[in-house]
């Protein structure tokens, strides 16, 4: 096989994950598969004060003051630190006020083409801290093809991935004064190619000598469709991933699969790789948007990406309301599963529009392919 120059590579990485893997171009600075079907009493909590509007305006949902994706903070506020070196560099994210002495972990990775920060997930991160879980953000990517230049060579992404992972667990455990880690409770999230690196760590974790997956939740996965349609630069094999671990893959309507040639890409690709898997521990999920009200809800690709203070109703309603439920199900005893798995009311909905209309319920199967 004939060696790609490297120049037309890069050029090639650029003009493609332009279009349907990028960032935005950076930020600021052990048990049994819990049952979907067992109910979780509902939160006795109101609902969020409405959005201030013109009369008649019908407006998004707030977030909901309690339960999953709920603004029931155990904690007001997030210890940021950095470290590492180019492409493994990594952040931390501790809850404060009050800062507990251990808390599990959450490994979030963003999409290709963010070199710096990490605000195209502040909002995430937040929300996540602040309900008292420990976040890890990998800085993975320094360049366009550095380290690794898209599919064609997804390793040194997924080492860089891994050291950053390693040197702020080392951080956190090697300071007494920082909140410390509960290594056996550690989900994982990741976004675009983010997400086809999340999947290859999620199934390498016994050799790379990371935590166990207990939950993973990818958002719209692409390896850029560089080296082929079907997402080549996923593992050929998933049968690494624990049979107990819960897995929740999401595409957008006007996301990688409304793409020409790329129907069998992203999540459609992924899936059938997790048949190990019960079907009551995976599923793959459809959001698409919705112009009912002002502002209209958008399912593009990226989703649960949010800068901050530019969360919406897909945020706290989907994302944040499944990767809640996810973990809590998996760390918890299947606490909330219904929220996070099976075609259930509480996993479908989204929320209402402030006039009462239900906003485009998410699309469920446990089975690929899902179609727009």
């Not at 002495?101 to 920060?117: C, K, N, Q, R, S």
């Not at 593009?300 to 809640?324: L, M, N, Q, S, T």
């Not at 199900?329 to 798995?341: I, T």
Request: hydrophobic share 35%; glycine share 12%; proline share 10%.
């Amino acid at each position: 096989m004939t060696a790609r120059p490297r120049t037309l590579v890069v050029l090639v990485v650029v003009l493609t994950l332009l279009g349907c893997g990028g960032d935005g171009g950076g930020g600021d600075d052990a048990g049994a598969v819990p049952e979907p079907t067992t109910t979780t009493a509902a939160p006795t909590c109101e609902p969020g004060p409405a959005t201030a509007a013109p009369a008649g305006a019908v407006t998004q949902p707030p977030q909901p003051r309690c339960g999953p994706g709920g603004n029931d903070y155990g904690h007001a506020d997030w210890r940021i630190s950095e470290g590492g070196t180019g492409s493994d560099a990594w952040f931390t994210f501790e809850p404060v006020d009050p800062a507990p002495e251990d808390a599990p972990v959450a490994v979030i990775l963003h999409g290709y083409y963010e070199f710096a920060g990490f605000g195209s997930h502040h909002e995430l991160i937040r929300h996540t801290v602040r309900h008292g879980t420990i976040v890890i953000y990998p800085r993975w990517q320094t360049g366009v093809s550095e380290p690794c230049p898209g599919p064609y060579d997804i390793e040194p992404c997924v080492t860089s991935a891994v050291n950053g992972i390693r040197g702020a667990l080392e951080h956190l455990t090697g300071d007494p004064d920082r909140v410390q880690p509960r290594l056996d409770e550690v989900s994982y999230y990741g976004h675009s190619f983010g997400g086809i690196v999340t999947t290859n760590l999620a199934n390498r974790w016994e050799d790379l000598e990371l935590p166990e997956p207990r939950a993973v939740f990818l958002d719209d996965p692409h390896d850029g469709g560089l080296d082929g349609p079907g997402e080549p630069a996923v593992d050929d094999s998933l049968e690494g991933i624990p049979s107990r671990t819960l897995f929740q893959c999401h595409s957008s309507a006007a996301g990688v699969i409304s793409e020409a040639g790329k129907e069998g890409s992203s999540c459609n690709a992924i899936l059938p790789l997790l048949d190990h898997l019960p079907a009551e521990a995976r599923d793959l999920v459809l959001t698409t948007g919705d112009d009912h009200g002002d502002p209209d809800l958008v399912a593009p690709h990226g989703v649960c990406r949010a800068d901050e203070g530019e969360a919406d109703a897909y945020d706290w309603g989907f994302c944040w309301k499944v990767w809640d439920a996810l973990r809590s199900a998996a760390l918890d005893d299947g606490r909330y599963a219904e929220y996070a798995l099976g075609d259930t009311p509480e996993h479908r909905s989204n929320g209402e529009w402030s006039d009462g209309t239900e906003i485009a319920p998410l699309r469920i199967r446990d089975t690929a392919p899902i179609r727009p």
